[in-house]
């Protein structure tokens, strides 16, 4: 018997199989469905002769964080974004952070309810400089991500992707094409590690990357969680910062952020914060010219340096900004040298709270 099941959307990336069962053409898992069956994600599922999308407005809830908390270190600093994710996911991932709301199979995840127009509303209410999709991969809710980042525009306020990048090219393309900016996941940099530990394939991930950077004019940054024994080696980190300076050029912002045990990973031990200092070396050393390091007290390692001069242009201690070195145009005042990303002529003020908002209180 089919589930039955309310918020649902008719979607449109699948076809029909020969065999008659629904091939889900979102991501590379490319989920073969009969009827009533769900994808590996959870929250898509075939219906009938298609695949619809059963968490349409639905979410596991809305907080307003400091953009650097996804995190995007050049874009808008120091502003407030309203985040919020649903849940599922299309990667099973065994280190997962938010495996609470990305591995969970019960529609009571979803708490709280709005409209595309309400999330635009309640951001620009709320003096958020942008709506970022997160906590679960946006990538598995594409038309819910779609129409709120239409609806925000409306409202000029911006929208921010918080992705693996583990999708196919024509999803990816209209997904993009509505998103100011992207933090992505890269994982690791080899396919083993993609298969064992998180179920799925390096190489899609790397064409999303050279798809966003040649492209698209979405600003993205990257993140790489670095678990001791996994991924962590120095001949890997290289390998992956040279392969961003040649194929994505020096300008891409690199995070090396500390893992801590969780999930199905609670064997390993923390990421010790040298680690994450030599990852950062490595990078600067091949050529990023931005490099950071997260999740660990490191002052030095979270503020933004001009590639030029060596200047501080953005101080940062957590997400607290202490120091502003940039002109009005994004330039160091000391060299003139442009910083790369999205700035404004002054720094955000939201700091490093921490704002739950409840949406369907409000309508």
């Keep these: 018997m089919m589930e039955v099941v309310s918020d649902t959307v008719a ?9 008659g069962r629904v091939q889900c053409d979102l991501c590379p898992r490319y989920c073969h469905l009969r009827e009533g069956q769900r994808g590996l994600c959870f929250v898509r599922m075939r219906q009938g002769d298609q695949i619809v999308l059963t968490t349409y407005g639905r979410s596991s809830g809305f907080c307003v ?12 600093p120091g502003t407030s974004v309203l985040s919020f994710g649903t849940a599922g996911c299309n990667l099973a991932c065994k280190f997962c952070q938010n495996w609470d709301i990305s591995k969970s199979r019960q529609t009571d995840t979803l708490a709280d309810s709005a409209t595309p127009q309400r999330v635009a509303e309640v951001a620009k ?3 958020c400089r942008s709506v970022a999709f997160t906590y679960n991969d946006p990538v598995i809710f594409h038309e819910y991500a779609v129409d709120i980042a239409r609806a925000c525009h409306e409202q000029d306020v911006k929208t921010v992707a918080v992705t693996a990048g583990y999708v196919c090219p024509d999803p990816r393309e209209e997904f993009y094409r509505h998103m100011d900016a992207a933090d992505v996941d890269l994982k690791a940099f080899t396919e083993r590690f993609y298969r064992k530990v998180c179920g799925g ?6 064409e999303t990357l050279e798809y966003l950077k040649h492209e698209t004019n979405v600003w993205f940054e990257l993140t790489t969680l670095l678990i001791p024994g996994e991924n962590d080696s120095e001949r ?5 910062t040279q392969w961003v300076v ?5 300008d891409v912002p690199m995070h090396f952020t500390a893992f801590h045990p969780d999930w199905k990973m609670r064997d390993k031990p923390p990421t010790p914060p040298k680690t994450l200092m030599t990852a950062r070396q490595i990078a600067l050393r091949n050529g990023v010219r931005y490099a950071y390091t997260g999740n660990v007290h490191d002052e030095a390692g979270g503020s933004t340096y001009c590639h030029q001069c060596g200047a501080k242009l953005i ?6 900004l202490r120091g502003w070195n940039l002109d009005a145009s994004g330039r160091c005042r000391a060299c003139g040298t442009r910083c790369a990303g999205a700035f404004e002529g002054s720094p955000g003020t939201w700091g490093r709270r921490r704002l739950p908002v409840r949406m369907s209180a409000g309508g």
Aim: glycine fraction near 4%; charged fraction near 40%.
């Design 315 to 320: 101080g940062r201690d957590w997400y607290e």
């Design 201 to 206: 394939e390096l190489k899609p991930v790397l």
């Design 11 to 19: 979607t449109k990336f699948w076809h029909v199989l020969d065999d």
């Design 65 to 76: 964080d400091p953009i650097e908390k996804k995190p995007l270190n050049h874009f808008f």
């Design 246 to 250: 040649d194929r994505l050029g020096p």
């Design 236 to 240: 890997e980190i290289d390998e992956m």
């Design 125 to 127: 209410q709320l003096d």
